[in-house]
């Protein structure tokens, strides 16, 4: 299941995908922590992986909050966007008047990556797929077998079929 926020920054999203078991993932973190953090709270979800699919200000403004909150969490990110994160010109963030650097203990994710996440059949497993380059940064797509099912962000998309 996905819960979609939308706020902060430019009106940016942050996804909740979780699984029947209460293993979650959140992508993306352009809206502030507090509403996400309550929702992940009152469904009893277990926060595994804080991913970011590209290295935008407004994607990863708040990504400092979300690892202090759910610090055992694994933060994740494609290997081109590393650089991107790091640079206030490639983050974008210069053109708002700052100059941040959000390297954060980012784990590199390479194409053909598998994010996992449990739920009662298993698994469902999210295979890192390249995708074109989206203004300055790498999107970061995910796709996940399981259920016939397809999410479509601006940055990135979750495709979930059966297996």
Same mark, same amino acid.
């Given at each position: ?13 942050? *996804? ?6 209460? #293993? ?5 973190? /352009? ?7 309550? *929702? ?8 595994? *992986? ?11 403004? *708040? ?13 994740? #990110? ?26 954060? /203990? ?15 059949? /298993? ?41």
């Amino acid at each position: 299941m996905i819960k979609t926020f939308s706020g902060g920054l430019l009106d940016s999203n942050t *996804y909740v995908y979780f699984t029947d078991t209460g #293993c979650a993932m959140i992508i993306d973190f /352009g809206v502030p922590l507090e509403r996400v953090k309550q *929702y992940v709270d009152e469904n009893k979800l277990t926060v595994e *992986y804080l991913v970011s699919t590209h290295g935008h200000y407004d994607h990863i403004n *708040y990504v400092g909050d979300y690892k202090k909150a759910f610090p055992n969490a694994k933060i994740l #990110c494609h290997v081109d966007e590393l650089e991107v994160i790091r640079d206030p010109e490639g983050n974008l963030s210069v053109f708002f008047g700052l100059s941040n650097s959000y390297d954060i /203990g980012y784990q590199a994710l390479n194409d053909g990556d598998v994010i996992s996440l449990e739920n009662s059949k /298993g698994s469902v497993d999210f295979t890192v797929i390249h995708a074109p380059r989206a203004y300055l940064g790498l999107h970061v797509p995910l796709r996940a077998r399981r259920e016939n099912n397809v999410h479509r962000g601006r940055a990135f998309c979750v495709r979930l079929r059966q297996s």
